[in-house]
Nanobody, 118 residues
Framework: QVQLVESGGGSVQAGGSLRLSCAGS?????MGWFRQVLGKEREFVAD????????RYADSVKGRFTISRDNSKNMVYLQMDSLKPEDTAVYYC??????????????WGQGTQVTVSS
């Protein structure tokens, strides 16, 4: 397992942008972002493979969010543009095998709140 620390959450108006960052303590096969609203299941947002840089996105964020990585710094980023109120959630950074479900990841950050107002 790796230690993960997120930063960059906050409040923004609809149509605005935020950039989330996640610092990892070591290398992993894939890193991703999930989000969760209170009372709902954790939802896949995007992931990226560490070696090839292959990206995958949830349909709800495709074209608006961009995941990227910096291998030299063990960092992964989530650039969020054209934000909508329905993007409001706690966003979690994750590391593991990669995939669309939380069970494919074995390391998690503490979460960072993103709030989008209309």
């Amino acid at each position: 397992q790796v230690q993960l620390v997120e930063s960059g959450g906050g409040s923004v108006q609809a149509g605005g942008s935020l950039r989330l960052s996640c610092a990892g303590s070591g290398r992993t096969f894939s890193m991703g972002w999930f989000r969760q609203v209170l009372g709902k299941e954790r939802e896949f947002v995007a992931d990226i493979s560490w070696i090839r840089g292959s990206e995958r996105y949830a349909d709800s964020v495709k074209g608006r969010f961009t995941i990227s990585r910096d291998n030299s710094k063990n960092m992964v980023y989530l650039q969020m543009d054209s934000l909508k109120p329905e993007d409001t959630a706690v966003y979690y950074c994750a590391a593991g095998l990669g995939g669309l479900v939380p069970t494919r990841f074995d390391s998690w950050g503490q979460g960072t709140q993103v709030t989008v107002s209309s």
